[in-house]
């Protein structure tokens, strides 16, 4: 939060666009929406994969949601799969919500095996 005054205003949520490509280690407190690529780590309090989007490496969050491609490691308390999510790795998760589904799973492994 930043002061404006005696007003508290949100930080704008941070993004990487999609003619970007990063490698390393990206760490922030807020959100970050990912349209671009990216290969490393990434933390944040909410993370959006984009339709479009690739990731390879480690992905720690609060909230994290997938719409493009991801190859590694996702960690986060709720995660939601889009419909076009593909995952290729291990998801640990305390909720996990998959677009279009009524499933609700204990195991990320069947994700993982759905998607390949």
Do not use: Y
Not at 21 to 38: E, R, W
Not at 43 to 52: F, N, P, Q
């Amino acid at each position: 939060m930043s002061r404006n005054g005696n007003a508290l205003q949100s930080e704008a949520a941070s993004s990487i666009g999609s003619g970007l490509s990063v490698v390393g280690k990206i760490i922030g407190n807020g959100a970050l929406t990912i349209f671009g690529h990216v290969e490393g780590e990434v933390r944040a309090s909410t993370i959006v994969i984009a339709e479009g989007a690739q990731i390879e490496g480690k992905l720690s969050a609060e909230e994290l949601t997938v719409g493009g491609r991801v190859k590694g490691t996702l960690h986060a308390n709720r995660v939601k799969l889009n419909s076009t999510a593909v995952i290729k790795g291990d998801i640990f998760h305390r909720t996990l919500e998959i677009e279009g589904s009524d499933a609700s799973m204990k195991s990320a492994r069947a994700i993982v095996l759905w998607n390949r």
